[in-house]
């Protein structure tokens, strides 16, 4: 029995040593990338609390990786450096991203996670004398976040008086300091904007609105399809369970759930 013992140990030794051999020497497997996930300051649906990444979308992201049991930090990086690495990188998700048109092609999609509105916004009681959005085209500046979905919509719509900035915190602070006579943003980021901005004054109105959109989280288009696949499914079991709708509420109470695809 010991030299049957021992032999089987010397063959189990040797598959053991082919394996990782075979294992050292495939790419596929010996230098897969990690995933980095990219977020920006986009209150309530991501933005720093105390040095952390907190809201609506990180708190999905995070459940979303607790049922994958997978552990991948989130990095809170201006919007346009996480928006090119998605772009040029593979193994990267950015969130919130809104679904467009100009960015179909660009990304792999998991979602939505939430929709929201975009407007320009004028301090509270101010005369713009604008009325429709080609009101707004004869303002000399009109202050938009850099390369969120707002600021590629009006650009595509033709707009040159677009002054982009780095962040909707920017944006509320050069408005009610008469920098700029109007702003676009999104609806459900003014409140907590103007808090991480350190404004206590009336919040601006809205007067002309812009767009809507769906948002979602983007995956780069070299991230490996079933790991989106695998994104997407959980997010759907989550949506089935009622799990996503009380984080949803929780941050954005009494706002419709997002549901439908966008219109392709």
Not at 56 to 61: I, P, Y
Request: charged share 20%.
């Amino acid at each position: 029995m010991d030299a049957l013992n021992c032999f089987v140990g010397r063959r189990l030794v040797a598959a053991l040593a082919l394996l990782a051999s075979q294992f050292l020497a495939d790419p596929t497997w010996a230098n897969e990338p990690a995933l980095r996930l990219y977020t920006e300051e986009y209150p309530p649906y991501n933005y720093t609390i105390k040095g952390r990444p907190a809201g609506l979308s990180v708190e999905l992201v995070l459940e979303i990786q607790r049922r994958l049991k997978t552990e991948v930090p989130i990095e809170v990086v201006p919007w346009a450096r996480g928006y090119r690495a998605a772009q040029t990188e593979a193994w990267v998700g950015l969130f919130v991203t809104a679904r467009s048109a100009e960015r179909e092609s660009l990304f792999q999609w998991v979602g939505p996670i939430s929709a929201t509105r975009a407007h320009l916004y004028a301090r509270r009681g101010e005369q713009t004398g604008i009325r429709t959005l080609d009101d707004a085209r004869k303002v000399k500046e009109i202050m938009v976040p850099r390369e969120w979905y707002v600021h590629q919509d009006l650009r595509a719509r033709g707009f040159t008086n677009l002054l982009p900035v780095a962040s909707p915190a920017d944006a509320m602070r050069m408005l009610l300091a008469n920098r700029s006579v109007v702003i676009a943003m999104d609806e459900s980021t003014v409140a907590e904007s103007m808090r991480m901005a350190g404004l206590v004054a009336d919040p601006p109105q809205p007067i002309v609105k812009i767009s809507e959109a769906l948002l979602y989280i983007a995956f780069s288009r070299g991230t490996p399809a079933a790991v989106v696949q695998r994104w997407q499914q959980v997010l759907d079991e989550m949506k089935r369970d009622g799990s996503y709708a009380i984080i949803h509420q929780r941050w954005l109470p009494g706002v419709p759930l997002a549901t439908a695809a966008p219109a392709q």
